[in-house]
């Protein structure tokens, strides 16, 4: 039997998934998706880490414990994968009672082959990658990934003897050219390996962090948090006793971005060779998807979220783009204007149209039958060896991560299928009943190139695929595998085509629709309104301006010290607003008033009964400067 096992990393619970870990998380899933097909027998793991300095500290500025914040943001992760069409076979957590033994266990294990000991230790601790920089790895004193100064932090502490398998890694590498790949990341490890290795450092004191799992031989220190990490890969096949683990350790592949190379990369082999257990198969490493010229980071504001993606565009769509426009190992830029020209050209114009075309031919011209093929000709000879060669190229490119290359080789194949119906002009050989035969076998090559086609993207778009083979009437979808496209002419004649609703509407034009309706009803979306910054303002000081009987100028403190000009002297004296607590507008742009720079604008409405201007103020005591939302 062949078999696959494929994981994520463990998420940290410390943020809100975005689409950095959708797309690993969909990889994944195409993968595992995509052998099931060609009758692997898979497994499929994804999680959260929790422990560690990076998830205590966001549990306190968030007022909970440690415990309930993992519940709460590992849940948003649990929840957020089906919603994705992703279908992990097993979601772990590294709070789990199982995972706490196994680690226990390996660091016992890696502490007799003597590769633990104490010794006190002073370095450059990030808390953003939750270890020790090297001198090399700072960029003017900061780290490269984070932007911020690291730590000096000196304490005692156990060490793992990793520089000891400095050489045996080297060799490992040498002589397993695809044990990290693309290549650029195993030159990178080998880079690294360059250097002289230091030990790991794999406890931290109680005293320091709490938040970990203890060490079985030092009730006072608790376990590194990527000590524990990394071994999640083996809990989650039930390491050791279990019979997934003897099935599915040797065929591991590890998925993960480059961010997180040298744990996968040096710390996680050598641990594994310490413990006696052989190594993982692959580390496939991804690039970053870049967001307005940077990666996403909450401190910079371009998270983008796949829900609000999912829900714009629709899944598959989503799906499909993360897939077609990252080069699996560099880095891609997102928009969402790559990802309508995506939608538009080759979802709705060259697959979409191959589709609803094939498919209103064979209602109108059969009655919606599947017609039987005749003797074919060289055009359709083409259309079929196109069809058979991408299913054959379909397996070895993906096993090389060739995502987009897949889906270059498929688009071929619907383009060619497109052309080929433009050369054909099945409406011509309608009208002539001579070419009745010939019609036959157009339509059926076409419908036979459908069937190919969908169960080639079905791994990346899993509604898409089910809606072709539902409009074609395709009895069994469940026999549809790569087996199944070995050979042409699979699809039975005689079957009911069920033409359906158009596979992927275009986007311009639904967005058109959608904004011109909320123009006729005056409606803004969220976004316009997250635009404006109305705060609590609180007035300091109020004078009349000269020469104006409407206008006074205020002093309000928002935080900081604005001035505005208002237009209420008609309702209010000056010296009874000193001391309220007002709305204003503190994006608005700045104008002159009567000679004065208003940097504001108060919220007012009219009083019931003719009573002139009323202030909008609080019901309650608000905070200066807080937002109003
Ligand atoms: N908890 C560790 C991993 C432990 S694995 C034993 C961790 N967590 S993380 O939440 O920071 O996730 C990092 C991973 O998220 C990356 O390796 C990658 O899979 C994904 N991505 C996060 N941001 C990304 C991009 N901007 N682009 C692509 N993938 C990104 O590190």
């Not at 003017?140 to 520089?163: A, L, Q, V």
């Not at 237009?567 to 507008?585: N, Q, S, W």
């Amino acid at each position: 039997m062949k078999r696959v096992y494929f994981t994520t990393p463990i998420y940290y619970v410390n943020a809100e998934p975005h689409i950095g870990h959708a797309y690993t998380t969909i990889v994944a899933d195409v993968l595992n998706r995509f052998y099931q097909l060609a009758g692997y027998q898979t497994f499929f793991l994804t999680g959260t880490d929790e422990h560690g300095d990076k998830v205590a500290q966001a549990a306190r500025a968030a007022g909970e414990t440690p415990q309930a914040y993992a519940d709460r943001i590992s849940g948003l992760f649990r929840a957020l994968w089906p919603k994705l069409n992703i279908t992990p076979d097993r979601f772990i957590r590294t709070t789990e009672e199982a995972h706490k033994k196994v680690v226990q266990l390996i660091l016992q294990k890696v502490y007799d082959a003597g590769d633990i000991y104490f010794g006190e230790y002073g370095g450059h601790y990030c808390r953003g990658c939750e270890r020790f920089l090297t001198e090399k790895e700072l960029v003017d004193g900061k780290c490269p990934d984070h932007g911020t100064e690291p730590e000096f932090i000196k304490e005692k502490n156990y060490f793992f003897r990793m520089s000891k398998y400095q050489q045996w890694l080297i060799d490992h590498l040498q002589a397993n050219p695809d044990f990290i790949r693309p290549e650029r990341y195993r030159n990178e490890v080998l880079g690294f390996l360059r250097e002289p290795l230091e030990d790991l450092c794999i406890s931290r004191p109680k005293s320091r962090l709490a938040w970990g799992i203890p060490l079985p031989f030092d009730a006072d220190y608790v376990t590194y948090v990527w000590f524990d990490a990394l071994i999640n890969y083996l809990t989650g096949i039930d390491y050791p006793g279990g019979e997934k683990f003897s099935r599915f350790w040797p065929v591991c592949q590890h998925l993960i971005a480059k961010d997180i190379l040298k744990p996968h990369g040096i710390y996680w082999p050598t641990m594994l060779k310490s413990a006696g257990i052989p190594l993982y198969h692959h580390l496939n490493v991804h690039g970053y998807w870049i967001v307005s010229e940077s990666k996403m980071s909450k401190s910079r504001g371009n998270i983008v979220k796949p829900l609000d993606l999912k829900d714009k565009y629709g899944l598959d769509a989503f799906r499909y783009f993360l897939l077609r426009e990252m080069v699996f190992g560099l880095d891609s830029n997102f928009s969402e204007t790559a990802l309508i020209n995506r939608i538009n050209a080759d979802l709705a114009n060259d697959l979409g149209n191959l589709l609803s075309r094939t498919l209103a031919m064979v209602e109108r011209f059969r009655g919606g039958i599947v017609p039987r093929s005749g003797v074919p000709e060289e055009k359709d000879l083409e259309l079929k060896n196109s069809a058979l060669k991408s299913a054959r190229d379909a397996e070895p490119v993906m096993a090389e991560l060739g995502f987009h290359k897949l889906l270059m080789s498929i688009w071929e194949l619907i383009n060619l299928a497109n052309k080929y119906i433009d050369g054909m002009a099945p409406w011509a050989l309608a009208k002539d009943p001579q070419k009745a035969e010939r019609l036959d076998t157009v339509l059926y090559h076409l419908l036979e190139v459908l069937r190919f086609v969908a169960v080639l993207i079905s791994p990346f778009m899993p509604q898409a695929a089910e809606k072709i083979q539902a409009q074609m009437g395709i009895p069994d979808p469940a026999d549809q595998n790569l087996g199944s496209l070995k050979e042409w002419g699979r699809l039975k004649a005689g079957g009911q085509i069920r033409k359906g609703e158009a596979l992927f509407p275009r986007v311009e034009e639904d967005k058109k629709r959608e904004e011109g309706k909320m123009e006729a009803a005056n409606i803004i979306t969220y976004d316009d309104f997250q635009k404006l910054d109305l705060r609590v303002a609180k007035v300091l000081a109020a004078e009349n301006i000269k020469k104006s009987d409407k206008l006074l100028k205020l002093r309000v403190d928002i935080g900081e010290e604005r001035t505005l000009v208002a237009g209420i002297a008609r309702a209010y004296k000056p010296e009874d607003l000193v001391g309220k607590t007002i709305i204003i507008v503190a994006n608005l742009q700045p104008t002159k008033l009567m000679g004065v720079e208003s940097q504001g604008m108060l919220l007012a409405a009219d009083g019931a009964d003719g009573a002139g201007v009323v202030l909008a103020t609080f019901d309650k005591e608000a905070k200066v400067g807080s937002k109003v939302r």
